[in-house]
């Protein structure tokens, strides 16, 4: 059974950082494709950043130059460092593994920047 398991969502100012994590078992993590994702109330779930098992990166234009996706497949894990933040980055992210469509999903951690 494949458990995807986010954590270091929470309140911070804006201006401030966070640290996701999103730890998989029961999948081989490492030939996999791995992407954070974002939805508000009301919002479709959105694109953050993706980094396929070879290739480029890619960012939402919003985040650019402020988030860092990175995946140590040692740990089975996937990390979303966030600088930076704006009131509108409040969400709950997602971590996905092995492609929006057909892949899996974990069930999310929020995050509020607000004063």
């Known amino acids: 059974q494949v458990q995807l398991v986010e954590s270091g969502g929470g309140l911070v100012q804006p201006g401030g950082s966070l640290r996701l994590s999103c730890t998989a078992s029961g999948i081989n993590f490492s030939i996999y494709s791995v992407g954070w994702y974002r939805q508000t109330a009301g919002k479709q779930r959105e694109l953050v950043a993706y980094t396929p098992t070879g290739g480029s990166i890619n960012y939402a234009d919003s985040v650019k130059g402020r988030f860092t996706i990175s995946r140590d497949n040692a740990k089975n894990t996937v990390y979303l460092q966030m600088v930076s933040l704006k009131p509108e980055d409040t969400a709950v992210y997602y971590c996905?593994?092995?492609?929006?469509?057909?892949?899996?999903w974990g069930k999310g951690t929020l995050v509020t920047v607000s004063l």
């Open positions: 996905n593994v092995g492609g929006s469509r057909m892949g899996y």
